[in-house]
């Protein structure tokens, strides 16, 4: 196990709702990344926090939306649901900074459906 | 660019043998490059990672092989079991925070 967890496990929504998703890091961990994972597809990286801000943003539009709190967990909020959301999200946390990089640890995800 | 490409999309093996996967990126800016396992309804562990400095790391029965001329790397395992069946994914990073991931190749090893 990493130590990384993500809350809910599933979940359905409908068209046009909102919906945010947890994550608490491994400890230690300062950095947290969001990924998209669709069925049988590799992540694609949608943000990551690092120390409370966002560090860096992949080709999500702004209806993906995060935060990371002082504990180091971060929310992932997601406006105005579409069908194409319909995925796995992962949450990966990173010691140290974004320079200590890359060394993901990923929790077991959240299944969003989107009806 | 910043794609990372992966072959075979499936792989089957029979227990013992040595399941290859290979990866292909065009980003000579690609400095560190993983592999992950997934099961189903898991997240990707992190199997094994290597720099573009050495050549070739092993860790257990996994090695990644790494052609930094052909910006290829691939990943061997040695006498593999039916628990490794799962489905895994190399990806690729720069200096920047993300990682860029192949498409996956889910591998069976066959009892």
């Known amino acids: 196990e990493t130590g990384v967890t993500q809350s809910p496990t599933h979940l359905i929504k409908t068209r046009g709702q909102q919906v945010t998703l947890r994550c608490s890091s491994q400890?230690?961990?300062?950095?947290v990344s969001w990924y998209q994972q669709a069925l049988g597809q590799g992540p694609q990286f949608i943000f990551q926090?690092?120390?409370?801000?966002?560090?860096g943003r992949g080709n999500f539009p702004p209806r993906f939306s995060g935060l990371q709190f002082p504990n180091y967990s971060s929310e992932l909020n997601v406006n105005a649901l579409e069908l194409d959301d319909s995925a796995l999200y992962l949450c990966a946390s990173s010691p140290g900074g974004p320079e200590a990089k890359n060394i993901q640890y990923f929790g077991a995800g959240t299944r969003l459906s989107v009806l | 660019q910043q794609q990372v490409k992966q072959s075979p999309q499936s792989l089957i093996v029979q227990k013992g043998g040595i399941p290859i996967i290979n990866c292909a990126y065009e980003n000579t800016a690609f400095d560190y490059f993983p592999w992950y396992q997934q099961f189903p309804g898991k997240g990707p562990a992190l199997l094994i990672a290597i720099r573009p400095d050495v050549s070739e790391k092993k860790e257990g029965r996994f090695t990644i092989s790494f052609n930094k001329s052909a910006k290829q790397f691939s990943l061997h395992i040695m006498d593999s079991q039916p628990g490794d069946s799962a489905t895994y994914f190399c990806?690729?990073?720069?200096?920047?925070?993300?990682?860029?991931w192949g498409a996956g190749t889910k591998l069976i090893i066959k009892p």
């Open positions: 926090y690092y120390r409370e801000e966002e560090n």
């Open positions: 990806a690729a990073a720069d200096s920047s925070y993300q990682l860029i």
């Open positions: 400890s230690g961990h300062n950095t």
